[in-house]
């Protein structure tokens, strides 16, 4: 099949995470564009209910931190989990109650140069307070995940570093040392039980340096390898084009923890408005 090659100036945690699992992957996605709707888990219906009220989710959050009043946003919490999700989301007090306390960026946008690239995230929630920056990233996934699988993750590194290089315009021009940063994964499912990602310098330092060197691999790559690690084929939407099986990866079956969890991730170019 003939395809267009297109040459990648920005690069993303999705990008990157996906350049990490399968270079393979990175290649069809973001260089040929190539769109392959094979159905990255079964059962394709209910996986697709679920990741459409994960969208919802975000919005409804991101609506109450604009100031829409709570009681009109629950009007919204229309399906059993939307429902269940709201009302953990109600009464996890530190988080309700930061609203009118904290200084408040919702889905905010953040970009700095990085090597030959841009890197760009878009966050949640931003929460400013007493000299802390908090990012929050809400998550609607079934399992609760490890803390060190979190931790490794291209979000959590790429997430706090670019809240460093490019986040001085939310602490009054001076950038924020990464020792007043932290990431917090709040679980719709577990509202007990956040992961919490503080940060310090020498993390900071070998996060840049770990995304600098990926930005001149992906800037030089000439060849894009099919991953070794069959699992990650599974769930994997181009796994016909790679010949590495039809059939898609069952949820309940999932031998990898989180492998098939993390496609329901919201990326937030996928969410429609929602007229309140
Ligand atoms: S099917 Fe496997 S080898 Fe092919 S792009 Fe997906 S993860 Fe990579």
Redesign the pocket.
Known sequence: MATQTFQLTTLSQSSLQDYM?????F???YLDRLSYPAAETEPTLENEKHQQEGEYFHRLLQQYFIGIPAQQIAKFANTVNLQKWWENFQSAKDLVEMKGKSSLHTEATLSAPLGKHRLLAKYDLIAVQDGKAIIYDWKTYRKRPRNEWLSARMQTRVYRALLVQAGAHLNNGRPFEPEQIEMIYWFADFPDDPARFPYTSVQFQRDWDTLLKLSEEVASASSYP??E??Q??LF????S??E??IRAGDMEQAESEMEAEELFDVNFEQIGEIAF
Do not use: M
């Open positions: 699992d399968c270079a393979q992957r290649k069809l996605r099919l991953t690690d069959r990650k084929c994997c939407t181009y796994r084009y790679c590495r099986g």
